[in-house]
């Protein structure tokens, strides 16, 4: 019977089902292990993740405020871009016009000059030509006056006459040659 006893106790028991007062040991044991990490490493752990927490949230807070600086210097550094472009197109605008303004000066002052020289050179050939007219006067006139006095076998040495005698002759030659134009 006490066989049977321990047969039927055995059968009684389940292995999944501690005995009561293993169950209440392991529950006060687990209470008091729990209430000491509760008591001494919860706070620290609380602690070191609201350190972290905020360390993370500053991090975020200070990486928006570097993105919004650094966009408002983006920001500044294309407008200072667009001036500084406004700025070059301009002065290669005044450039351009002064460039425009000065070769219209100097094709100004060419043209001036130009006309200078002309006008220095006509007056140069006009007075190269009364120059050549009267000493082509002088010469013909002393070729006319030698040939006209072996012709006539007189001298014609007198200058009043000579002066005469050249002019009647070379007027009657600029009239033939105004005749025949």
Do not use: C
């Given at each position: 019977?006490?066989?049977?006893?321990?047969?039927?106790?055995?059968?009684?028991?389940?292995?999944?089902?501690?005995?009561?007062?293993?169950?209440?040991?392991?529950?006060?044991?687990?209470?008091?292990?729990?209430?000491?990490?509760?008591?001494?490493?919860?706070?620290?752990?609380?602690?070191?993740?609201?350190?972290?927490?905020e360390a993370?949230?500053?991090?975020?807070?200070?990486?928006?405020?570097?993105?919004?600086?650094?966009?408002?210097?983006?920001?500044?550094?294309?407008?200072?871009?667009?001036?500084?472009?406004?700025?070059?197109?301009?002065?290669?605008?005044?450039?351009?016009?002064?460039?425009?303004?000065?070769?219209?000066?100097?094709?100004?002052e060419g043209?001036?000059?130009?006309?200078?020289?002309?006008?220095?050179?006509?007056?140069?050939?006009?007075?190269?030509?009364?120059?050549?007219?009267?000493?082509?006067?002088?010469?013909?006139?002393?070729?006319?006056?030698?040939?006209?006095?072996?012709?006539?076998?007189?001298?014609?040495?007198?200058?009043?006459?000579?002066?005469?005698?050249?002019?009647?002759?070379?007027?009657?030659?600029?009239?033939?040659?105004?005749?025949?134009?």
């Amino acid at each position: 019977m006490s066989q049977l006893l321990t047969i039927a106790a055995e059968e009684v028991q389940n292995p999944l089902v501690p005995p009561i007062p293993e169950l209440v040991i392991g529950l006060i044991a687990f209470v008091i292990v729990f209430g000491v990490f509760a008591w001494k490493l919860l706070p620290n752990i609380n602690k070191v993740l609201d350190e972290r927490r905020e360390a993370i949230e500053g991090g975020i807070e200070k990486a928006e405020a570097a993105q919004t600086e650094a966009q408002s210097v983006l920001e500044q550094y294309k407008a200072q871009l667009a001036e500084a472009r406004h700025e070059a197109a301009r002065l290669r605008s005044e450039a351009q016009e002064q460039g425009a303004a000065l070769i219209a000066e100097m094709r100004a002052e060419g043209q001036r000059q130009r006309e200078e020289i002309i006008a220095a050179g006509h007056a140069q050939i006009e007075a190269d030509r009364k120059a050549a007219a009267t000493a082509l006067r002088q010469d013909v006139g002393k070729l006319a006056t030698d040939l006209a006095g072996k012709l006539v076998g007189e001298s014609l040495e007198d200058h009043a006459r000579q002066s005469r005698v050249i002019d009647r002759f070379l007027g009657e030659l600029e009239e033939k040659a105004e005749a025949a134009r």
